[in-house]
């Protein structure tokens, strides 16, 4: 398929044009959550970025097989395979069974997905719907010589892996200074070498979540699950895997370890890492405390927000910076964020109202190209905001009728605006934005206007009435000592 989208490969360290294994299918693969509690705003940026790499490739014309998978088993409190089964741990202590907690975090995090309009994925699986698959792969790489079992638990050899493969290929680490930088760890000597990592872990009896295996009883790694799914629904060498940029150093460098050991293929071709999103310039983290959860984001509940901000305030905020640079939050960049939304979203509606004329000079087949040149760099967002913004400026200079845009122009901005801002961006109109809100906040405040005028006459049979009409028809009035509010 024609086209020139550039995407930068982190395996690579370079921008790379965009060439799919069997066009027009495309296989992406992401790392979803892990459902052991709330997902925060954090979390959301990184599937939001994925979300318009998916509906970009979509509006390219691409078939794409979008994979992202829900981690429920092997996730361990550290990523270097110490602690409890994060799933297990929080079942424990909630007295729950593991997969009431997995379906409660499994609905919570589709509502968040749903609420900020992001499509749901082709295929979602889970890491304890592919034990068998797991225990395949182990089982394989066992014969390859790159694993080795010990009292039940199955470790991968990091250290012989590395004689023959560049084991760091994802980061450009050396092996030298990560053999440097990690500890032996309490109660991890049966393993040979301080790198190696588990595929399959011996449980113990009080273990909640446990299966039958070759080794006895125990439940995977949490590598090996990506593995397992990927290649089982996408093949052995597929196109993109994403996944935040903090999953590269271990669980994405161990994932392709345990691929090229099992099958000898790399998996993915392009292998495409968000930044984070940050609070005070810190990764927003459930373990550091700073974590917003869209509820409190959108009701305003949080200790360091002025007010509520809506879902696709939101989800536009996150699209003002590329995918790879951070992204700090704050309730100042969201105030900003939410004027612009509304901007963009105005002059929507505006250019449905336009009617045609002789045409302006402003050249809009270039804007759109322009517009589609952003995003063939490797998704450039805030690239692709700005040109629209060029055609807000267009529409509302035509709009105050000092400019005339001929039907054709109309028709191309008209286009331009579907694809990029509805399509691609993924941004819908708000009740709370759009102008018939903003007539009915006027029409309910000249109500309560007439009912005001009707108290201070003493006509309470009269303001009752009002007051009872706008309940019938859905509208609650609050009466307080600074005035009247409502809500519908
Ligand atoms: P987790 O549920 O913590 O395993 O994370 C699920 C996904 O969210 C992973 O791809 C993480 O890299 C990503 N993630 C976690 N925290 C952040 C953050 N602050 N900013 C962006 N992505 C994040
Ligand atoms: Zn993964």
């Known amino acids: 398929m024609e086209n020139s989208l550039v995407i930068y490969n982190t395996l690579t360290r370079k921008k790379e044009a965009f060439k799919a294994i069997n066009p027009p299918f495309v296989g992406m693969y992401v790392c979803g959550p892990t459902v052991y509690s709330d997902a925060h705003l954090g979390n959301a940026r990184t599937f939001i970025s994925f979300d318009i790499i998916f509906r970009y490739l979509t509006h390219l014309g691409y078939k794409v097989r979008y994979v992202r998978n829900i981690t429920d088993a092997g996730h361990l409190e550290s990523d270097a395979d110490v602690g409890e089964d994060k799933i297990s741990k929080k079942a424990k202590l909630a007295q729950l069974e593991p997969m009431e907690i997995v379906q409660k975090y499994t609905v919570g995090f589709h509502e968040m997905m749903q609420q900020l309009n992001a499509l749901p994925p082709s295929i979602e699986p889970t890491a304890t719907g592919h034990i068998i698959e797991q225990q395949y792969i182990a089982e394989e790489i066992i014969k390859k010589g790159y694993a080795y079992e010990v009292n039940g638990t199955v470790y991968f050899d990091v250290e012989k892996f590395a004689k023959t493969h560049d084991y760091t290929a994802l980061t450009g680490r050396k092996l030298e200074d990560l053999l440097e930088n990690t500890r032996d760890l309490e109660g991890q000597d049966e393993k040979k070498g301080r790198l190696d990592f588990a595929l399959w872990i011996k449980a113990k009896p009080e273990h909640l979540m446990q299966w039958r295996s070759q080794w006895g009883q125990g439940f995977p790694g949490w590598h ?247 309940t019938d028809a859905g509208v609650q009035v609050k009466d307080s000592k600074e005035g009247s509010s409502w809500k519908v």
């Open 224 to 470: 090996i699950e990506c593995s397992a799914m990927s290649t089982k629904y996408l093949g052995e060498q597929f196109d993109i895997h994403g996944g935040g940029m903090d999953l590269a150093p271990t669980h994405h460098t161990n994932e392709i370890a345990q691929n090229v050991a099992y099958c000898g293929k790399q998996p993915a071709n392009y292998w495409m890492h968000t930044n984070m999103l940050t609070v005070n310039g810190q990764k927003m983290s459930k373990s550091l405390d700073n974590s917003f959860l869209p509820h409190e984001l959108f009701n305003g509940e949080h200790r360091l927000l002025s007010k509520g901000y809506s879902p696709m305030c939101v989800r536009f905020f996150m699209m003002q910076t590329h995918y790879r640079s951070t992204l700090d939050f704050s309730d100042e960049a969201l105030q900003a964020s939410e004027k612009g939304f509304e901007r963009l979203m105005e002059s929507y509606q505006t250019l449905l109202g336009l009617t045609a004329g002789k045409g302006s000079a402003d050249d809009v087949n270039a804007l759109r190209e322009k517009c589609y040149e952003a995003m063939n760099d490797d998704f450039n967002t805030p690239v692709l905001i700005s040109h629209l913004f060029e055609a807000v400026r267009i529409i509302n200079t035509a709009n105050d009728k000092k400019i005339e845009l001929s039907a054709e122009q109309l028709e191309t901005l008209k286009t331009m605006y579907q694809h990029f801002i509805i399509d691609v961006m993924g941004l819908k109109w708000e009740a709370d934005n759009s102008r018939t809100a903003k007539v009915l906040d006027k029409v309910i405040g000249l109500v309560l206007d007439m009912r005001n005028a009707a108290k201070a006459n003493k006509d309470f049979v009269s303001s009752d009435a009002i007051r009872q009409k706008l």
